[in-house]
């Protein structure tokens, strides 16, 4: 058990903290809410964001970047849309000595400031679609932050579109929703469930909200990314309009959808373990350390310390620039050096010593499970890569049985509140409720309508209203 980490099953609270704290990944900022992302949390951060871009761009959108500041009255433009944001505003009302005339919100989303821009540019069905994407951050001043899970301040995409149809913004929505699901999946092993949101839990201003919710090691769910089908809502507050091919004059339709470093905090507490972080290797920064171990000095410097950098970098040549590193901390024990990289989450560590030497091998341990191997240096770039990628399976298998074993099914609202009161987890039941039965639920359980499952179209009587037809839906506490 780590010495600085408390365990989960103590505070699991607090080990969140101590885990990142160990790991080195961010820290508190001078302003209450804000987070300052250390070098690690970034580079892994840009590893996420590197996986996200390219597969956005090979569905055809592009980046650019809209402005921080937001005029207040484009926030009011769209109702519900200022309705569900006024309360986690920041607004801006001095600047350069002066009082300004009227008020700016630092964003804490873009629809408004780019529906603005796209009125602009879209006169005739030829403009459309626009699919755009901007890396950029927010601000949602929280109440109860919380490093990466809820922050003041945060990084994240966000992908606003417009088209010239509803069915090619419904088939955008759920396209992204897809490219979603298959980035967490195959490159941060988390095993997402792809839903539709309730009317509760819906954006602010979409006419439909669809969701990736993945399970926590506490049972908690985590909303990992958004695909909202905003209808004609923005286009109309914004004049988004434009001339079709019969000549007609038509609102276009638009998109937009999100993930953010939330995924940061939805990776360590997937994956982590009462020692520390824990990282899928596809994302991870640094996947594999080779340590040269020895009490000879000389042997160090002289042969161990030269084969390790070799060594190292044949596998970066095989497995991408600065995927391996050298531990050369020789002031260290070399227990001190194991425990630095476990803590960080290092995928792989290479033993380097007098025997593997000899012996013409690499002694390897997993972060995952502690399992040794010896490596031969001949043919070593596809064990190890061999070696990492059976490692990011076993992550997500292991996650997806934890989701699978700590999901429940409910009858009646009577059942629901026991699951939940006792063990916590997913709960599925069937609801045809609308935002009063949310509301109630929510304040008799503290569990929301986490999603509608796309995958599951069974239909049957609501527990809570006792209405035919309803839709399968996972409830759950949620952070």
Same mark, same amino acid.
């Given at each position: 058990m780590a010495r600085n980490i408390v365990p989960r099953d103590k505070d699991y609270s607090q080990w969140y903290l101590d885990v990142i704290k160990a790991s080195e990944l961010a820290d508190y900022a001078p302003v209450r809410g804000c987070m300052v992302i250390r070098p690690t949390g970034y580079a892994l951060w840009e590893?996420?964001?590197?996986?996200?871009?390219?597969?956005?761009?090979e569905t055809g959108h592009v980046n650019a970047y809209f402005p921080l500041l937001i005029p207040t009255s484009f926030l009011e433009k769209e109702a519900e849309h200022v309705e569900g944001f006024a309360p986690e505003c920041a607004v801006v009302t001095h600047a350069g000595g002066d009082e300004l005339e009227e008020p700016l919100i630092i964003r804490p989303t873009s629809e408004t400031v780019i529906g603005h821009m796209y009125s602009k540019w879209v006169q005739s069905w030829r403009d459309l679609p626009i699919l755009i994407n901007q890396w950029c951050n927010v601000m949602r001043w929280e109440k109860r932050p919380r490093?990466?899970?809820?922050?003041?301040?945060?990084?994240?995409?966000?992908?606003?579109?417009?088209?010239?149809?509803?069915?090619?913004?419904?088939?955008?929505?759920?396209?992204?929703?897809?490219?979603?699901?298959?980035?967490?999946?195959?490159?941060?092993?988390?095993?997402?469930i792809p839903g539709e949101k309730s009317e509760g839990e819906r954006f602010p201003g979409a006419d439909n909200t669809y969701t990736c919710e993945t399970m926590m090691s506490d049972g908690?769910?985590?909303?990992?990314g958004t695909s909202h089908f905003l209808g004609q809502n923005f286009a109309k507050a914004f004049d988004i309009s434009f001339q079709s091919q019969e000549g007609t004059q038509e609102y276009a339709w638009t998109t937009?959808?999100?993930?953010?470093?939330?995924?940061?905090?939805?990776?360590?507490?997937?994956?982590?373990?009462?020692?520390?972080?824990?990282?899928?290797?596809?994302i991870a920064p640094v996947k594999a350390v080779i340590v040269p171990i020895s009490t000879d000095g000389v042997l160090i410097e002289e042969t161990l310390l030269p084969k390790a950098r070799e060594l190292a970098s044949r596998l970066n040549a095989?497995?991408?620039?600065?995927?391996?590193?050298?531990?050369?901390?020789?002031?260290?024990r070399p227990a001190d050096r194991?425990?630095?990289?476990?803590?960080?989450?290092?995928? #792989?560590?290479? =033993?380097? @010593?007098?025997? !593997?030497?000899a012996s013409q091998t690499l002694r390897s341990v997993r972060r995952d499970t502690a $399992?040794?191997?010896?490596?031969?240096?001949?043919?070593?770039?596809?064990?190890?890569?061999?070696?990492?990628?059976?490692m990011q399976g076993e992550l997500l298998t292991k996650a997806r049985a934890f989701r699978q074993d700590r999901t429940r099914r409910a009858e009646t609202f009577e059942e629901l509140k026991a699951? #939940?009161?006792? =063990?916590? @987890?997913?709960? !599925?039941?069937?609801?045809?409720?609308?935002?009063?039965?949310?509301?109630?639920?929510? $304040?008799?359980?503290?569990?929301?309508?986490?999603?509608?499952?796309?995958?599951?179209?069974?239909?049957?009587?609501?527990?809570?209203?006792g209405k035919k037809d309803a839709r399968r839906a996972v409830f759950a506490r949620a952070y």
């Open positions: 590893n996420i964001q590197k996986a996200f871009d390219e597969a956005f761009k490093l990466f899970l809820r922050t003041s301040e945060f990084l994240w995409q966000e992908g606003h579109t417009a088209h010239a149809t509803r069915e090619e913004a419904v088939e955008e929505t759920l396209r992204m929703l897809d490219v979603y699901r298959r980035i967490m999946v195959d490159h941060l092993a988390l095993p997402v908690k769910a985590l909303q990992a937009s959808w999100g993930v953010s470093t939330r995924l940061i905090g939805a990776i360590l507490m997937t994956h982590s373990d009462d020692d520390g972080l824990v990282l899928p290797p596809r095989a497995l991408g620039a600065r995927a391996v590193t050298v531990d050369s901390q020789f002031h260290l194991f425990f630095h990289h476990l803590q960080r989450g290092i995928p #792989l560590r290479l =033993e380097l @010593g007098e025997r !593997e030497l $399992e040794k191997a010896d490596i031969p240096w001949e043919g070593m770039e596809e064990t190890v890569a061999a070696l990492l990628e059976t699951i #939940l009161e006792k =063990e916590g @987890g997913f709960v !599925e039941a069937f609801f045809g409720g609308g935002k009063a039965e949310e509301k109630a639920i929510k $304040e008799a359980t503290m569990a929301t309508v986490r999603c509608f499952p796309l995958d599951d179209d069974s239909r049957g009587t609501c527990f809570f209203t």
